[in-house]
T-cell receptor, first 111, second 116 residues
Framework: SQQGEEDPQALSIQEGENATMNCSYK?????LQWYRQNSGRGLVHLIL?????REKHSGRLRVTLDTSKKSSSLLITASRAADTASYFC???????????FGQGTELSVKP | EAGVAQSPRYKIIEKRQSVAFWCNPI?????LYWYQQILGQGPKLLIQ????????DSQLPKDRFSAERLKGVDSTLKIQPAKLEDSAVYLC??????????????FGEGSRLTVL
């Protein structure tokens, strides 16, 4: 079964607003990653956070990790229409273990 | 740097027919993955290669799916015979050994299979 569950399944916002997506997982992890997938395209790696980290930033992206709650969130600030895509969290529960993807959040940013 | 190449991009077949997908990873990437992504779902790992050896094929339906990476570079995924539920996008990804543990995967554009 999939390791991660994402919430919400779909999110629609206006350009300039912030978008927050959440990911929960079931077992202890080595790291958690977020990927973006534009319609009809492959996945693109956005950011990785290790189990001993609590927060990471990359440009307009901010990722948090709460290992006690087994959850992570991805915040996209000042969203743009080009951010419209599906976003997936993926967990690796041990070093060298396989990467397991969640079901994804479909984000729509309206101009 | 060239990305992960996959072909064909689209394939339509009748059930019980066979199909093959090809993947050429980023040069120097020792680890190659095949994922299946059904519409509306996240990718599911089918098989992982390290050079030409199989690391994980626990979710590969071996009665109908096969994959090989004979020279440790490009790879082929075959389905024979295809079922309706095999309709999906087949994604190939690669990573370097140094990234296996950190985990960044580089994905191709995918091969979309429709089984009628």
């Amino acid at each position: 079964s999939q390791q991660g569950e994402e919430d919400p399944q779909a999110l629609s916002i206006q350009e300039g607003e912030n978008a927050t997506m959440n990911c929960s997982y079931k077992t202890s992890i080595n790291n958690l990653q977020w990927y973006r997938q534009n319609s009809g395209r492959g996945l693109v790696h956005l950011i990785l956070i290790r189990s001993n980290e609590r927060e990471k930033h990359s440009g307009r992206l901010r990722v948090t990790l709460d290992t006690s709650k087994k959850s992570s969130s991805l915040l996209i600030t000042a969203s743009r229409a080009a951010d419209t895509a599906s976003y997936f969290c993926a967990t690796r529960y041990n070093q060298g273990g396989k990467l397991i993807f969640g079901q994804g959040t479909e984000l729509s940013v309206k101009p | 740097e060239a990305g992960v190449a996959q072909s064909p991009r689209y394939k339509i077949i009748e059930k019980r027919q066979s199909v093959a997908f090809w993947c050429n990873p980023i040069s120097g990437h020792a680890t190659l993955y095949w994922y299946q992504q059904i519409l509306g779902q996240g990718p599911k790992l089918l098989i992982q290669f390290q050079n030409n050896g199989v690391v994980d094929d626990s979710q590969l339906p071996k009665d109908r799916f096969s994959a090989e990476r004979l020279k440790g570079v490009d790879s082929t995924l075959k389905i024979q015979p295809a079922k309706l539920e095999d309709s999906a996008v087949y994604l190939c990804a690669s990573s370097t050994p140094g990234l296996v543990n950190t985990g960044e995967l580089f994905f191709g554009e995918g091969s979309r299979l429709t089984v009628l």
